[in-house]
């Protein structure tokens, strides 16, 4: 796997521990591809548990990055009868125009009207609507064994913690040039120290946030196996690679995420913890 870690979210997102609630707005969830000539917006999206994701086009907007990457606009949205609030962003309307949709947003007495395509879903079972909502990051737990020798061992809810221990166990002289999985690895758990939330949907999407909200992106997901719970990610939508992939944990409300990977003699288990973020916040 690599779950490109590197998303925005407010300081305010708190999860619990115990039963996964049912998100308030499944039936409203959708990602809507904005067709529009010239706009510099990608796609909205409405998720399960009153999340909102905008993806502006980086390569018009003038990104800072500098690769041009997508800028994402997240927050909390409320419905009031046949309009969606976006919160900081306005009033949305949403109509339906033969195959294709309107969206009307309203701001300060301003408004944009932009045409866009609805993306398919998938079906509203057990599994899907409990993994499809936001989950923020509460600890990781990462173990490197060497010739079936723990080489480091630890686990933190302070990813610079991990992050310090984990990098000065592979470089010590013994292991430094052994470890070359690892060495590929900083990069993930470099990662780590920013990571806030990850937001999957039904419309096979996921948004990642952090502290720095130029590091937010967007990116999709599907079901390797759906039975195992093996999940597979990708930058692009219609090319899932079962090379990028992760196990997946249910557990007393939790969501565990499990990477877990060999080569030769070297052995690298990452393990992520993740509390969901409740929909009344």
């Given at each position: 796997m690599t779950l490109s870690f590197t998303a925005c979210s407010s300081s305010d997102d708190n999860g619990g521990k115990g039963k996964i609630e049912r998100p308030k707005y499944l039936s409203d969830a959708a990602r809507y591809k904005i067709t529009t000539q010239g706009s510099t917006w990608k796609s909205l999206e409405l998720t399960e548990d009153g999340r909102y994701f905008i993806v502006h086009d980086g390569s018009v907007t003038g990104s800072s990055s500098q690769d041009n990457d997508d800028v994402i606009v997240s927050g909390s949205y409320e419905k009031k009868g046949n309009r969606y609030v976006l919160n900081t962003v306005g009033e949305l309307t949403i109509t339906a125009n033969n195959n294709s949709y309107e969206l009307l947003l309203t701001n300060k007495g301003k408004s944009l009207k932009l045409s866009a395509q609805k993306s398919g879903t998938l079906p509203s079972t057990k599994v899907n609507d409990e993994l499809c909502r936001t989950w923020v990051f509460s600890k990781c737990y990462i173990?490197?064994?060497?010739?079936?020798?723990?080489?480091?061992?630890?686990?933190?809810?302070?990813?610079?913690?991990?992050?310090?221990?984990?990098?000065?166990?592979?470089?010590?002289?013994?292991?430094?040039?052994?470890?070359?999985?690892?060495?590929?690895?900083?990069?993930?758990?470099?990662?780590?120290?920013?990571?806030?939330?990850?937001?999957?949907?039904?419309?096979?999407?996921?948004?990642?946030?952090?502290?720095?909200?130029?590091?937010?992106?967007?990116?999709?997901?599907?079901?390797?196996?759906?039975?195992?719970?093996?999940?597979?990610?990708?930058?692009?939508?219609?090319?899932?690679?079962?090379?990028?992939?992760?196990?997946?944990?249910?557990?007393?409300?939790?969501?565990?995420?499990?990477?877990?990977?060999?080569?030769?003699?070297?052995?690298?288990?990452?393990?992520?913890?993740?509390?969901?973020?409740?929909?009344?916040?």
């Open positions: 173990v490197v064994k060497y010739d079936g020798k723990k080489v480091y061992n630890a686990s933190s809810t302070s990813a610079n913690e991990l992050y310090d221990g984990f990098k000065s166990a592979i470089n010590t002289p013994e292991y430094k040039d052994k470890l070359k999985l690892s060495q590929d690895k900083m990069e993930d758990i470099d990662g780590l120290r920013l990571l806030r939330t990850v937001t999957f949907t039904h419309a096979g999407s996921y948004y990642v946030t952090t502290t720095d909200s130029r590091e937010d992106l967007m990116n999709y997901w599907k079901w390797i196996n759906a039975n195992e719970l093996i999940i597979g990610f990708s930058e692009n939508e219609d090319q899932i690679s079962v090379d990028d992939q992760a196990a997946l944990k249910f557990d007393n409300g939790q969501l565990i995420m499990v990477d877990s990977q060999s080569k030769g003699r070297e052995e690298v288990t990452l393990a992520m913890e993740f509390q969901p973020v409740h929909t009344d916040r």
